[in-house]
């Protein structure tokens, strides 16, 4: 008996010890991952810095000579502004509570968070000239936060990741794209410069926005609905035994190829859960983008949209990537701030007839078109793709193109931000005549002659045109049309074009009719 009741004393202890343990450790100030040593904080602009403790608990924020202070609501969480400070660092971010936390190496510059899929999680390491940039990367005024890779149903309070100091043994598994924007902006403004890359390959862009938002709108109804019909379809143990069937029929073939000296069959993936796909709408916005606001950011870049072309509606990629833009915005409550897009670059066999209309050159056009939504910009890469490689290894022009956008349309800078971007048409004696915005200087061929212009009359059957540049338009014609209606150009996925502006940047793709178009099925998806 006095044993069986010392047992039960011993255990009750133990029980009390683990629930005063978990009660202490649930006491501690904390901060999210966004806040961290190495970190970079926004310049010119208030701080919001917040986080957990205790209910009711004080919180004291120290960031060089000043201090705030707050006190944590009955849930536990605290917020709290810093005054806006001038670029520089490092210095030493303190937080007291019940406990204390001190960050150290932080510098105050330029933060901006980069996103997208895997254009934009492709890092350094896998660009062109990687060891002359890794010698060349002695940049420790250059930081990256890279975010944790995970897809969760609701909004989460944290992420995951740490913030990395660029030098030769880390820039190689830096974003690339994010890299060399952040590396043009910091060399243009001389401050440091913080990047936040939170991306994930494969994925769509409704995957990255709120799903409340997605339901508002009425041209996303049959996407949300199917993936409403898979949710409800999802037996995991119906799953679970297909997926055992399927991999024991595999391991029988595999066995099969290496007796015969034979590649084995790629291996049949798991079953997973729907309602955690990172490809269901709203899953990564949950998880990899709520967590990090409201901290303060200057502006986003987005490098994404291949997923889209293919494999869902194209044509309704520009709705999708406006609700986007105005959702990140309202997130963070920082006004319009700044946002910035890669445009997709040539890719796939070269162009062959005068216009080819897939998704890919859908996706291309809605991006030019929610250039409509204010303060926002593009980097037209259509001249630096690879036909074979949906992956191009050069980076370096793709954040450079992202940074003089936002160097003179953010910073002030006197610099051209882009190329020619189609402006008016006018017909004039059986001819079109192009305006275009973004002359840069004036309008150039790269090459002996202009090219990529196909022409049409009210027939829609488009031809190849004479194209010339006379002061800043371009004139396009063709014997075969006499009466023309509409110009398309370089309207195909990897199409051969070649006008430019002299600051040797290149127009982007764009038609002047708004005639529907014949627009590829999407692939199934499984």
């Known amino acids: 008996m006095l044993r069986k009741m010392s047992f039960r004393i011993v255990m009750v202890a133990a029980l009390f010890a683990v629930a005063w343990a978990g009660a202490s450790a649930s006491a501690d100030v904390k901060l999210p991952a966004v806040f961290g040593e190495n970190m970079v904080l926004q310049r010119d602009v208030p701080l919001p810095v917040w986080g957990w403790a205790e209910a009711g608990e004080q919180v004291t924020v120290t960031l060089g000579e000043q201090s705030k202070t707050a006190t944590a609501g009955q849930d536990g969480k605290w917020s709290l502004k810093l005054d806006a400070m001038k670029a520089g660092g490092p210095l030493a971010l303190k937080v007291q509570g019940k406990n204390a936390i001190e960050l150290k190496d932080v510098l105050v510059g330029e933060v901006w968070l980069c996103s997208g899929q895997s254009n934009m ?23 990256m936060m890279t975010v944790g890779r995970t897809a969760a149903e609701t909004p989460q309070d944290d992420c995951k990741g740490t913030w990395v100091v660029c030098d030769p043994n880390t820039v190689g598994g830096f974003s690339a794209t994010a890299y060399f924007f952040g590396r043009t902006l910091h060399k243009e403004l001389g401050v440091p410069v913080g990047l ?22 009425p041209k996303l109804k049959d996407m949300l609905a199917d993936w409403d019909k898979r949710i409800a379809a999802y037996d995991p143990d119906a799953a679970k035994a297909a997926y ?31 309602r955690l796909n ?137 610099v051209t931000r882009c190329g020619p971007l189609y402006k008016s048409m006018s017909k004039q004696d059986g001819r079109i005549v192009l305006s275009f915005d973004c002359v840069g200087g004036g309008l150039a061929a790269k090459g002996e002659k202009l090219t990529g212009f196909a022409i049409a009359g009210a027939d829609r059957k488009f031809v190849w045109a004479d194209a010339k540049i006379e002061g800043d338009t371009v004139v396009v014609s063709s014997a075969e049309v006499k009466d023309p209606a ?33 627009e590829p099925a999407p692939a199934p998806q499984k």
């Open 244 to 274: 055992e069937k399927q991999l024991a029929a595999w391991q029988e073939r595999a066995k099969k190829s290496k007796d015969a000296g034979k590649k084995a069959p790629r291996r049949p993936g798991a079953p997973s859960d729907p």
């Open 278 to 414: 990172s490809h269901r709408p709203g899953n990564l916005y949950n998880s990899m983008i709520v967590p990090l606001a409201p901290c303060a950011i200057r502006g986003a870049i987005w490098y994404q949209g291949e997923s889209n072309a293919g494999r869902y509606n194209a044509s309704l990629y520009g709705t999708q990537l406006e609700m986007m833009i105005r959702n990140w915005r309202r997130l963070w409550g920082q006004g319009d701030f700044p946002f910035e897009w890669v445009q997709l670059p040539n890719f796939t066999a070269q162009q062959t007839e005068p216009v080819q209309t897939t998704g890919w050159v859908i996706v291309q056009e809605e991006m030019l078109k929610a250039l409509k939504v204010p303060n926002t910009g593009m980097a037209v890469t259509i001249d630096i793709g690879m036909a074979s490689n949906i992956h191009p290894k050069n980076k370096q022009d793709v954040g450079k193109r992202l940074a003089l956008w936002a160097l003179a349309a953010t910073y002030g800078k006197d």
């Open 486 to 518: 509409a110009v398309r150009y370089a309207w195909a996925p990897n199409p051969t074009c070649n006008l430019f502006n002299k600051a040797d940047l290149p127009a982007s793709p764009f038609r002047t009719d708004d005639w529907d178009l014949a």
């Open 196 to 217: 936040i890359n939170s991306s994930w390959g494969g994925t769509p862009v409704q995957a990255w926005t709120s799903i409340e938002d997605q339901r508002a709108e």
């Open 121 to 143: 999680a492709m890092n350094v390491g896998g660009s062109d000239n990687f060891d002359a940039e890794k010698a060349a990367a002695k940049l420790p005024q250059i930081r």
